[in-house]
């Protein structure tokens, strides 16, 4: 079992910045995918960024150039900069988190894969 606790969110003007962190703990050993998905109010939930191994990095198409996720596994950790928000930027933003073991890769960013998450932050962009 992993657990994730998010923290971070809040409320920002357009073309502003936040910074999510996410904190791992439990069952990391073997190496652990981290993630960053968020819902915005009537959608389905939406990959936005995936890591692994510091260096394995994955965007959504929205994501790419704004945000730039990071990780460090030492303290199971990974953050998620977001640069010139916009208002369809706001939603619920989670993170989640994908035991890789031998694989060691992340798997197609779809929240069908990944099996750990934490409770949400609240992220506002307004005009």
């Known amino acids: 079992q992993v657990t994730l606790t998010e923290s971070g969110g809040g409320s920002v003007q357009a073309g502003g910045s936040l910074k999510l962190s996410c904190a791992a703990s439990?069952?990391?050993?073997?190496?652990?995918?981290m993630a960053w998905f968020r819902q915005a109010p009537g959608t389905e939930r939406e990959g936005v960024a995936a890591i692994y191994g510091g260096d394995k990095l994955y965007y959504s198409g929205s994501a790419k150039g704004r945000f730039t996720i990071s990780q460090d596994n030492a303290k199971n950790a990974a953050w998620l900069q977001m640069d010139s928000l916009k208002p369809e930027d706001t939603g619920i933003y989670y993170c989640?988190?994908?035991?890789?073991?031998?694989?060691?890769?992340?798997?197609?960013?779809?929240?069908?894969?990944?099996?750990?998450w934490g409770q949400g932050t609240q992220v506002t962009v307004s005009s």
């Open positions: 439990g069952d990391t050993d073997g190496g652990v995918c």
């Open positions: 989640a988190a994908y035991r890789t073991g031998i694989w060691a890769a992340c798997p197609p960013l779809s929240d069908t894969q990944f099996p750990f």
